[in-house]
C-alpha cells in the first residue's frame, strides 16, 4: 500500500482489479477546498487510457510488476516460448498477450517480459529490428527515394510500406512501434 503523495510515473497500481501504469501525475493545491491528484492512468493489458482524480493523501494499492529480460525461442502453436537470460527458465506467453509484438519477433531476440505473480502481462519489443525483405515488387528505372511506397514482406511475416528503391533480399530497419520503414541497415 501507498498513499497518493507516493506516486511517479510507471508505478502499477492494482485499481478495481485491473493492473494501471501510472503516465502522468500532478498535485493540484486550489485555494478552496483540499488538495488532490490529478493522474492519467493507462490499463497494463487492454492499454486504455483513463484520467482519474485522488485526494491528496488516499492509500491507493500498489502492484510489483516483474520485467526481465528475455529470449525469443520458438512459436508453440498459438503461443511463444521464451528463455530468462539469468535463470536459463523458460515461459510460455499466450499469443493474446504477445498480440502486435509477434509481427516482428526474430528467433534468438532480445525483448521484455513483464509479469505479475508469475502471470506474464505483456511482451515489450526494442523500439526497432533489423528484418531482411523476402519479397517486394521489383523497382523501376527511375525510382528514386523521394517517390512513393511499395509493400514489402519482411522475413517474420509482416508487411512494411518501403521506398521504391527497396528490393528483395535487402536488410531494413523497422520501427516496432507502428510498422514504419526506418532506412536500410
Do not use: C
Not at 8 to 21: F, M, Q
Not at 35 to 57: E, I, P, Q, Y
Not at 79 to 95: C, E, N
Request: net charge negative; charged share 25%; aromatic share 8%.
Amino acid at each position: 500500500m501507498a498513499t497518493t503523495n507516493d506516486l511517479k510515473n510507471g508505478l502499477v497500481l492494482n485499481l478495481d482489479g485491473d493492473l494501471w501504469t501510472v503516465v502522468e501525475f500532478q498535485h493540484v493545491k486550489p485555494g478552496k477546498g483540499g488538495a488532490f491528484v490529478r493522474t492519467t492512468l493507462k490499463n497494463v493489458l487492454s492499454g486504455k487510457v483513463v484520467d482519474r482524480t485522488f485526494n491528496a493523501g488516499t492509500k491507493v494499492d500498489t502492484a510489483t510488476v516483474d520485467k526481465r529480460t528475455m529470449q525469443y525461442l520458438y512459436a508453440d502453436g498459438e503461443d511463444f516460448v521464451f528463455m530468462d537470460l539469468d535463470t536459463y527458465d523458460q515461459i510460455t506467453v499466450p499469443g493474446g498477450t504477445v498480440g502486435e509484438a509477434s509481427k516482428f519477433l526474430l528467433p534468438e531476440a532480445g525483448v521484455t517480459v513483464a509479469t505479475h505473480e508469475g502471470a506474464p502481462l505483456y511482451v515489450e519489443l526494442p523500439t526497432s529490428v533489423i528484418v531482411e525483405v523476402t519479397y517486394t515488387e521489383p523497382g523501376l528505372q527511375g525510382d528514386r527515394s523521394t517517390g512513393g511506397t511499395k509493400p514489402a514482406t519482411v522475413e517474420t511475416g509482416a508487411t512494411v510500406n518501403v521506398p521504391l528503391f527497396i528490393s528483395t533480399g535487402e536488410k531494413i530497419k523497422v520501427d516496432t512501434r507502428d510498422s514504419r520503414y526506418l532506412g536500410r541497415a
